[in-house]
């Protein structure tokens, strides 16, 4: 897609129009009904701009290209020149052609005639992939619709996350503890209160009754380079309910830890303890005497900070980069047009949105320039990633611009209009993929799709052994399994992590908000959904859906509902059972042919959100309403009730499925618990039986007499069950010994 690009670099010797000889210029920039305004700068007869402007070539309605200086007034800005471009004889650049050099033009007054002042300037038609691009104003931005938004807020921008390491803190011991409570010093209830930034942790509490207290225990946090915070240990001591008091803290900078990359061990060290009354983070003063704490700090390289849930993560390598691997391919990513979005403001009395699209895939970030005014933007716009694992996830959301509207309910925070998740693995390397995705988007009133997003994708694989080589590697570093973390812990630093990501790129220009970075990070996905409860259930049976179709036909072939079927099964059965190095090749060979027979079916394009999946097309309204409630809840109490009792019902039936499982497992323990004394019998006599025949009767006559058995025509059947059902189903369980 070809742009007209303008470059307004300065200006030189303009001519005043004020009676005090001052002049506040700047630059208008106009195309047909389009236009671009410099910042205005002043008491500046000689000034810079070194400004961008674009204007998409598909929606030119003029041949005409002005560019004016202004002088700024406050109550009509005057007049000072122009200069003026046939667009038929602008030049074409292609990269890697070099930049178009700036030229100076003498300025026109309105009768066409050479004036005062000069005025640099570059116009040249290019592409989006010149490097102007993303730092220019957009003809597609619409400055007029709010003068007050900064032109920065609108503009495509590259982010990089920052890089997250982990804090392993272990909290030894501590000696020579000074109890300012009298009632303490004959037996102390201590613990350490670790602080990083808002991440504060807490060790459990150990009674002493002397100075020295051990704790030995881990606290883990999330930091970010650079390492600017402290991490502030403080002693307590609780001396009555919720009243701890200070014994002393120490405050060890991060950017002085030392770092690992492995499973080493670090050197402990003793740290001196500030008094209580002291603030200072500085090192303390030496006395002769002081309380000290023994602690092993270390910040964790060798694993991988977790912002993103495991099932769509966008990236798995460790922290510390002497631990990464060469990239085995290239990710191309075309964000191409959006269609039939859903107003979400409302502006001249018509709705509108103001839209554009944030793309993450590992560390890197992506937004596009924001299309205005526009129900069905075309972005055209091309951005590329190094990809390190196929079992990662691209994410592509599409947001509404908050800075760009009258200051309503929202506020300045952006509105998500959807978002597509793409897995790396399920892309043929070197295909294009040109697809729209639907966006649909979870409103407590039901799902709703909010439009379509145009996606052009594809991924060049630069090492296939290498990328083959991957399908047998663990899915995350080493660190995670020779050292691993809780779920709990990973959650915790998750939830961390994420708001570490947000503070940081809600600082950028423009800035990503935090609802942004926490909708594409899905950051509430841990929290209680009775929607996901349930289409988690019915993955479940989908999975065990060949299995139940399996042992369906099983029993069909045992009833003879097809005659010829069971017949064959039978010549099949006995073939396998006199020929047994049959068995494998054979099972390995049907799945063979049935992948073989599944590639006519593969996907032609990538998955994306699939609401009958989800459980999002037929989910109650309370269920949805109880979905986007805040933590803690702000519901009432009877509404609150209800759904707790609902919850406790479906608790109810998990419970006793869980319990009759429990209970067959039981069942086989008490074959020799003797529980039973008379099953237990009946069990070893059974097994002396049993290996009787088994050593006197070949194996496989056995098995041919057992199988035909099993398959016997219902002739031979009874409709009551089988003995050895019976006798199982009698095993006692310990269901009767719980209250």
Same mark, same amino acid.
């Given at each position: 897609?070809?742009?007209?690009?303008? /470059?307004?670099?300065?200006?030189?010797?303009?001519?005043?129009?004020?009676?005090?000889?001052?002049?506040d210029?700047?630059?208008?920039?106009?195309?047909?009904?389009?236009?671009?305004?410099t910042?205005?700068?002043?008491?500046n007869?000689?000034p810079?701009?070194?400004?961008?402007?674009?204007?998409?070539?598909?929606r030119m309605?003029?041949?005409?290209?002005?560019?004016?200086?202004?002088d700024?007034?406050?109550?009509?800005d005057?007049?000072?020149?122009?200069?003026?471009?046939?667009?038929?004889?602008?030049?074409? /650049?292609?990269p890697?052609d070099?930049?178009?050099?700036p030229?100076?033009?003498?300025?026109?007054?309105?009768?066409?005639e050479?004036g005062?002042?000069?005025?640099?300037?570059?116009?040249?038609i290019?592409?989006q992939?010149?490097?102007a691009?993303?730092?220019?104003w957009?003809?597609?931005?619409?400055?007029s619709?709010?003068? @007050? +938004?900064?032109?920065?807020?609108?503009?495509?921008?590259?982010?990089?996350?920052?890089? !997250?390491?982990?804090?392993?803190?272990?909290v030894?011991e501590a000696?020579?503890?000074?109890?300012?409570s009298?009632?303490?010093?004959?037996l102390?209830?201590?613990?350490?209160?670790a602080?990083i930034?808002?991440?504060?942790?807490?060790?459990?509490?150990?009674?002493?009754?002397?100075?020295n207290?051990?704790? *030995?225990?881990?606290?883990?946090?999330?930091?970010?380079?650079?390492?600017?915070?402290h991490?502030?240990?403080?002693?307590?001591?609780?001396?009555?309910?919720?009243?701890?008091?200070? #014994?002393g803290?120490?405050?060890i900078?991060?950017?002085?830890?030392?770092?690992?990359?492995?499973d080493?061990?670090v050197h402990?060290?003793?740290?001196?303890l500030?008094t209580?009354?002291?603030?200072?983070?500085?090192?303390p003063?030496?006395?002769?005497?002081?309380?000290? &704490?023994?602690?092993?700090?270390?910040?964790?390289?060798?694993?991988?900070?977790?912002?993103?849930?495991?099932?769509?993560?966008?990236?798995?390598?460790?922290?510390?980069?002497? !631990?990464?691997?060469?990239?085995?391919?290239?990710?191309?990513l075309?964000?191409?047009?959006?269609?039939?979005?859903?107003a979400?403001?409302?502006?001249?009395?018509?709705?509108?949105?103001?839209?554009?699209?944030?793309?993450?895939?590992?560390?890197?970030?992506?937004?596009?320039?924001?299309?205005?005014?526009?129900? *069905?933007?075309?972005?055209?716009?091309?951005? +590329?990633?190094e990809?390190f694992?196929?079992?990662?996830?691209?994410?592509?959301g599409?947001?509404?611009?908050?800075q760009?509207?009258?200051?309503? @309910?929202n506020? *300045?925070?952006?509105?998500?209009?959807?978002?597509?998740?793409i897995?790396?693995?399920?892309?043929?390397?070197?295909?294009?993929?040109?697809?729209?995705?639907?966006?649909?988007?979870?409103h407590?009133?039901?799902?709703?799709?909010?439009?379509?997003l145009?996606?052009? &994708?594809?991924?060049?694989?630069t090492?296939m052994?290498?990328?083959?080589?991957l399908?047998?590697?663990?899915? #995350?570093?080493?660190? =995670?399994y020779?050292?691993?973390?809780?779920?709990?812990?990973?959650?915790?630093?998750?939830?961390?992590?994420?708001?570490?990501?947000?503070?940081?790129?809600? /600082?950028?220009?423009?800035?990503?908000?935090?609802?942004?970075?926490?909708?594409?990070?899905?950051?509430?996905s841990?929290?209680?959904?009775?929607?996901? @409860?349930?289409?988690n259930?019915?993955?479940?049976?989908?999975v065990?859906?060949?299995?139940?179709?399996?042992g369906?036909?099983?029993k069909?072939?045992?009833?003879?509902? *097809?005659?010829?079927?069971?017949?064959?099964?039978?010549?099949?059965?006995?073939?396998l059972?006199f020929?047994p190095? #049959?068995?494998?090749?054979?099972?390995?060979?049907?799945?063979?042919?049935i992948? !073989?027979?599944?590639?006519?079916?593969?996907?032609?394009?990538?998955? =994306?959100?699939? +609401?009958r999946l989800?459980?999002?097309?037929?989910?109650?309204?309370?269920?949805l309403?109880?979905e986007?409630?805040?933590?803690?809840?702000?519901?009432s109490?009877?509404?609150?009730r209800? /759904?707790?009792?609902?919850?406790?019902s479906?608790a109810?039936?998990i419970?006793?499925v869980?319990?009759?499982?429990?209970?067959?497992g039981?069942?086989?323990?008490?074959?020799?618990?003797?529980?039973?004394p008379?099953?237990?019998?009946?069990?070893?006599l059974?097994?002396v039986?049993?290996?009787?025949?088994?050593?006197?009767?070949p194996?496989?006559? #056995?098995?041919?007499?057992?199988?035909?058995?099993?398959?016997?025509?219902?002739?031979?059947?009874?409709?009551?069950?089988p003995?050895?059902?019976?006798?199982?189903?009698?095993?006692p369980?310990?269901?009767?010994?719980? !209250?």
């Amino acid at each position: 897609m070809q742009f007209l690009f303008v /470059r307004v670099v300065k200006a030189n010797d303009l001519p005043s129009k004020d009676l005090t000889g001052s002049l506040d210029p700047y630059v208008e920039v106009k195309l047909g009904n389009y236009k671009g305004v410099t910042k205005h700068l002043e008491k500046n007869q000689s000034p810079e701009w070194n400004t961008v402007f674009t204007f998409s070539k598909d929606r030119m309605q003029s041949s005409l290209l002005e560019v004016l200086v202004k002088d700024k007034h406050i109550l009509k800005d005057e007049f000072v020149g122009v200069v003026r471009f046939d667009l038929h004889e602008i030049p074409t /650049r292609v990269p890697p052609d070099s930049p178009l050099a700036p030229q100076w033009y003498r300025l026109e007054n309105k009768k066409g005639e050479k004036g005062k002042g000069e005025l640099m300037l570059a116009v040249w038609i290019g592409t989006q992939a010149d490097e102007a691009f993303s730092d220019a104003w957009h003809s597609d931005e619409a400055t007029s619709v709010d003068s @007050s +938004t900064p032109s920065n807020h609108i503009r495509s921008k590259v982010y990089h996350s920052p890089r !997250l390491w982990y804090v392993r803190v272990n909290v030894i011991e501590a000696q020579d503890l000074v109890f300012l409570s009298e009632k303490n010093r004959g037996l102390s209830n201590v613990h350490i209160k670790a602080q990083i930034g808002n991440q504060v942790l807490k060790t459990k509490s150990m009674q002493s009754q002397n100075t020295n207290v051990l704790w *030995n225990e881990d606290l883990m946090f999330v930091a970010s380079e650079p390492f600017d915070d402290h991490l502030i240990l403080t002693v307590e001591d609780r001396v009555g309910p919720n009243k701890d008091e200070i #014994l002393g803290r120490t405050f060890i900078p991060l950017a002085t830890v030392e770092r690992r990359a492995d499973d080493r061990i670090v050197h402990s060290r003793w740290f001196n303890l500030q008094t209580p009354s002291s603030s200072d983070i500085e090192e303390p003063k030496k006395d002769k005497f002081s309380s000290r &704490i023994h602690l092993r700090v270390c910040l964790d390289g060798g694993y991988h900070v977790l912002d993103e849930s495991t099932h769509y993560s966008s990236d798995l390598r460790p922290t510390a980069k002497q !631990l990464w691997k060469p990239p085995i391919g290239i990710l191309e990513l075309g964000i191409l047009n959006a269609d039939a979005l859903t107003a979400m403001k409302t502006r001249h009395n018509r709705g509108t949105s103001d839209t554009y699209c944030v793309a993450k895939y590992g560390q890197k970030w992506v937004r596009t320039r924001t299309i205005t005014d526009s129900l *069905n933007p075309k972005y055209n716009e091309q951005y +590329t990633w190094e990809v390190f694992d196929p079992a990662t996830v691209l994410t592509v959301g599409v947001f509404d611009n908050g800075q760009i509207t009258d200051k309503g @309910s929202n506020g *300045n925070r952006d509105t998500k209009i959807g978002k597509v998740r793409i897995r790396i693995s399920t892309l043929e390397t070197g295909r294009v993929y040109t697809h729209s995705y639907p966006l649909l988007v979870l409103h407590p009133s039901g799902v709703k799709t909010m439009g379509e997003l145009h996606l052009a &994708i594809r991924f060049s694989c630069t090492s296939m052994p290498n990328m083959m080589l991957l399908y047998s590697k663990p899915l #995350l570093p080493k660190m =995670h399994y020779k050292m691993p973390l809780t779920m709990v812990q990973l959650d915790m630093l998750r939830h961390q992590a994420v708001a570490i990501v947000a503070a940081r790129l809600s /600082r950028a220009e423009p800035p990503l908000g935090k609802e942004v970075v926490e909708y594409m990070t899905d950051a509430d996905s841990h929290l209680w959904s009775m929607r996901r @409860s349930k289409a988690n259930f019915f993955r479940l049976m989908s999975v065990f859906n060949g299995v139940f179709a399996v042992g369906k036909w099983f029993k069909e072939v045992c009833a003879w509902t *097809n005659p010829i079927t069971t017949v064959l099964v039978h010549v099949l059965f006995l073939m396998l059972i006199f020929f047994p190095e #049959l068995i494998l090749p054979t099972l390995f060979m049907y799945n063979f042919l049935i992948g !073989l027979w599944n590639y006519r079916y593969r996907p032609k394009y990538p998955p =994306h959100m699939n +609401t009958r999946l989800s459980c999002a097309d037929s989910v109650h309204s309370d269920e949805l309403d109880e979905e986007f409630d805040t933590f803690p809840t702000s519901k009432s109490s009877d509404l609150v009730r209800m /759904r707790y009792d609902r919850l406790r019902s479906v608790a109810g039936r998990i419970q006793t499925v869980v319990g009759d499982v429990a209970s067959q497992g039981e069942r086989i323990q008490a074959l020799q618990s003797w529980r039973d004394p008379r099953a237990t019998v009946i069990f070893m006599l059974f097994c002396v039986v049993a290996s009787a025949v088994l050593y006197a009767v070949p194996l496989r006559l #056995l098995i041919v007499t057992g199988g035909l058995y099993v398959m016997r025509h219902p002739k031979f059947r009874h409709k009551l069950p089988p003995a050895p059902l019976n006798f199982f189903r009698r095993l006692p369980a310990r269901t009767d010994s719980m !209250l």
